[in-house]
C-alpha cells in the first residue's frame, strides 16, 4: 500500500475511502468516475465514502495548446491510420452515450494537464475536487476547451465555487506541483501503468472503466469484510475493463 494513503485510510475506520488516480483528457476516466457515481447511489453506506482523486499525466510531454487533430497525433503516435483512431473515438463516443456523456472528439484540442491537477488539488481542500473534476472533463470532451491554457482553468475552477485570489495565485505560481508529482509516484510505486484506477480501503485496487454493477459489488465486499490483511487485487474486475495508458486509450473490438 502507498504511503500516501495508509495513513488516511486506517485513521478512520468508521468510513471507506476510495482512492482514484486519472488524467482530465483520459476518456474512459469520465467513464469511470460516472460510473462510480452511478454505483455509489446504490450503495447504501455512500454517506460514509470519501473519494479522493489523485492527478496522472497520460501525456507530460504534450504543450499547452497542440492545434493538430487528436485524431492525427493518435495516428501518428501509435501507427495506426487516421481512419482507425477515427474509428476507436467514435466507439468510444457511442459508450459515452450510454452513460449520458457528450464526447466530442472533433473539438478535443491536446493539452498539458499538470495545471488542471494542480487546481484539483486545491479544489480538494476546499470541498470542490470531484465538482471541477466534472467541470474540466465537460471543458475538454464536450466544449473542446483547451485545458492547458490559464483562462479555461481559471473559467472551471470559478464556475465550481473556488475564490477567485486563491485560483490566481495557484496559476501563477508552482503550487501543488510535490503534490502532483507525489500522486505520480505513488501510483509508479504500486504499478499503476494506466487509469483510471481504483483503490478502495486502501487494500483492493481494480482498473479501467469497470460496469457499475461491479463497482458496487466491490464497495458491497470491502465494506463487509473490513480485515486488516490487503485484499489484493480483484482479476474479474482487472481483466476486461476499458483503460487509458502509455500505449492509448483501449476500445472493445479495436
Request: proline share 5%; aromatic share 6%.
Amino acid at each position: 500500500m502507498s504511503q500516501i494513503v495508509s495513513t488516511a485510510t486506517r485513521s478512520q475506520p468508521e468510513r471507506l475511502r476510495i482512492d482514484v488516480w486519472s488524467d482530465v483528457v483520459c476518456p474512459w476516466c469520465y467513464v469511470g468516475l460516472t460510473n462510480l457515481d452511478v454505483a455509489l447511489a446504490e450503495f447504501e453506506h455512500a454517506d460514509k465514502i470519501d473519494v479522493v482523486l489523485h492527478s496522472y499525466e497520460l501525456d507530460p510531454g504534450a504543450p499547452v495548446r497542440d492545434d493538430q487533430p487528436v485524431s492525427v497525433h493518435i495516428a501518428k503516435k501509435y501507427g495506426i491510420s487516421i481512419e482507425q483512431a477515427e474509428a476507436s473515438q467514435a466507439r468510444i463516443r457511442n459508450m459515452g452515450e450510454e452513460v449520458d456523456i457528450e464526447f466530442n472528439f472533433d473539438l478535443t484540442v491536446r493539452s498539458n494537464t499538470i495545471d488542471a491537477h494542480r487546481l484539483l488539488h486545491l479544489a480538494a481542500e476546499h470541498g470542490l475536487q470531484r465538482e471541477l473534476k466534472t467541470e474540466l472533463f465537460e471543458a475538454y470532451f464536450t466544449r473542446g476547451e483547451v485545458v492547458g491554457e490559464h483562462d479555461t482553468l481559471r473559467q472551471a475552477a470559478l464556475a465550481v465555487g473556488l475564490p477567485a485570489d486563491v485560483v490566481d495565485q495557484v496559476l501563477d505560481s508552482d503550487l501543488y506541483s510535490d503534490e502532483v508529482r507525489a500522486d505520480v509516484s505513488a501510483a509508479r510505486e504500486m504499478g499503476i501503468s494506466g487509469v483510471p484506477f481504483f483503490l478502495l480501503d486502501g487494500d483492493l485496487g481494480f482498473g479501467g472503466a469497470q460496469p457499475p454493477d461491479r463497482m458496487l459489488q466491490a464497495l458491497q465486499r470491502v465494506w463487509a469484510e473490513r480485515r486488516p490483511e490487503p485484499a489484493g487485487l480483484l482479476d474479474d474486475l482487472v481483466s476486461d475493463a476499458d483503460a487509458c495508458g502509455p500505449d492509448g486509450c483501449e476500445v472493445p473490438g479495436s
